[in-house]
């Protein structure tokens, strides 16, 4: 099996190397594709994905993740939802035992981009992304037609996400509903997404002291 790999010229230039394994197959690539292109220079960072990309389960995206996991120097990150799954607790764990950041999103990836325009109540979802996919649609006219089949986030609805100090926001909304589930484990923060965890990570929004 192929082996990704930072390029020996990422790490001579000081930046900080993340490996980042997702669920999807573009969506949550290009959200990151993106983050490296704005922030990536000027913060010191580059995140590095599969070469290729394909619908996984969480299972999969953490067997993915070795194919660097142990690496020195590489920071690895699973991103997933939730959906509903019975064995999330368990990968979860799996993940940690391996050293692998978990930015887990429940029900989905998209209650993350819409705390990136408003906040979302902590009423439970039981697993069903209805309420937030019609919210996204009618909070930014970048997102009206966000459906599936349409869920790439190109150049216009990132700068739809980043304007206004969207992601300084959404951070600080992910970390209020995060803040009801502490003693939670992972299959039952309905609703909560840790992706404000990776932003923290990369530098783009610092953590409160």
């Known amino acids: 099996m192929t082996r990704a790999t930072s390029r020996p010229q990422d790490r001579r230039r ?37 070469s290729q990309r394909r619908g996984l389960s969480p299972s999969r995206v953490v067997d993915e993740t070795d194919r660097v996991v142990g690496e020195t120097g590489i920071e690895v990150w ?6 509903g799954r019975p064995d999330i607790d368990q990968v979860c764990a799996r993940a940690n035992r391996r050293h692998v950041r978990v930015a887990l999103s429940h029900p989905s990836f998209e209650l993350w981009l819409l705390l990136h325009f408003q906040d979302f109540s902590t009423a439970a979802q039981g697993g069903s992304n209805d309420v937030i996919m019609e919210r996204l649609r009618a909070v930014h006219p970048a997102f009206a037609d966000y459906r599936e089949g349409n869920k790439r986030i190109d150049a216009r609805r990132f700068d739809a996400l980043r304007e206004d100090d969207n992601i300084r926001r959404a951070v ?9 589930f502490t003693y939670q484990t992972p299959a039952n923060r309905d609703p909560s997404t840790d992706v404000h965890l990776l932003i923290e990570r990369l530098g783009i929004v610092r953590r409160p002291r």
């Open 14 to 50: 000081g930046n900080r190397i993340f490996y980042a394994v997702a669920e999807g197959q573009g969506t949550e690539y290009d959200y990151l594709g993106y983050l490296n292109q704005f922030y990536g220079s000027d913060l010191r960072f580059i995140i590095r994905s599969p």
């Open 172 to 180: 600080d909304r992910a970390r209020r509903l995060s803040d009801h």
């Open 78 to 83: 699973a991103l997933f939802d939730h959906d």
